[in-house]
């Protein structure tokens, strides 16, 4: 709304609701029966346009992972911005560029790595689909069940989550493979040893059956995020990796989610799994709410592509001057750690309040990535628990996810500064809303 000075009026929530829906799409997804604007924040407390504060504890999607008004990364965009160079395009040098790739490469772990920057998760996964792809010479690629890449036409072509894929066209063959979420898997009630085993051995099935053999790849997420923090057994994806190379098949980690010592244990996800892949796709806490993400990989994996190409916006000066500043600021103050600590506390936390509520089926996860998966008396996926959960967490104060193959699971993925008073906090208002 613009009123007589040609100035926005701010309006309440009621009344920008009814302007989006006008204006935006019908699919574009909104929490709450009301939905909020968050108008200004601090740590890891938000304040609405109508002046309620809330504990965040989903970041955004796991993309404020340091947390709000942090003034070491707000000054470093601030210091790029006075330069007055806000955008270049990669045909020119940008410096921030090169040095967090540099910092990437070294941190990735992959031999002779290269980075290329992106503006997103969903960008940086159909990058990898191209390289790996033109690399095998192949249109043929593995996905799990379950999984989430992305909206654009690739990655959502394996993404194996019915509520977030809008077409069954595709520019690539998918075949898919068990072994993301093992809560409602047939092989549920294996042994870690027997349900990786069993996940093998259907992998290995599906090569042979589903295709001819020549797979580009196989992207998987280490902890499936939009399908509810399902968390496999360690070791699975190494276990994968033996049978990939058997058939010369690349393996892309897709660490969107899992990145930047999230999971407490590791730095990247993958490495849960005692494997190095031959690519990781990166986003979201990166940038602290920059929009940014990228594919590190092998050299000459990264090096296969011979048409000429660049991207306007991915790795500009502003992205990545912040993604530098956050990546020191995690690193300086070790954030890893302290996803270990106070995740631990919040699985044990939510674990002690399922054991007296049937209602909870699974809680699980690793580091601050925990799932809290609703179910009936018959132990059929929930929903309606989980919207009801969700609300209620709001009413309380508590910002919280939902994801999972059923709509069904709340996620928990705050900020990694969390401290261990808001933890708690967090726990009491959970226990009242279960």
Known sequence: MVDAGGGRTAGGHAELLARHRAVLPDWLALYYEQPIELASAAGRRVTDREGRTYLDFFAGILTNAIGYDVAEISDAIRSQV??????SSTLYLIRSQVELA???AALSGIPDAKVFFTNSGTEANETALVLATSY???????????????????SMAVTGNRGWSASSLSPVKVSWVH?????RSPFKDYSDADYVKACVADLREVIETTTAGDVACLLAEPIQGVGGFATPPDGLFGAFKEVLDEYGILFVSDEVQTGWGRTGEHFWGIQAHGVTPDAMTFAKGLGNGLAIGGVVARGDLMDCLTANSISTFGGNPVSTAGALATLDYLLDHDLQANAAKRGERLLTGLRAIAEERPAVGDVRGKGLMVGIELVGPDGAPDPAAATAALEGARERGLLVGKGGLYGNVIRLAPPMTVTEDEVEEALGILGAVL
């Open 179 to 183: 072994g993301g979420y093992r809560y």
């Open 102 to 104: 540099e910092r990437i």
């Open 82 to 87: 006075d330069t007055g160079v806000l955008h």
């Open 136 to 154: 095998r010479r192949s249109d043929q690629v593995l996905a799990l069940r379950n999984s989430y890449h992305g909206r654009s036409f690739a």
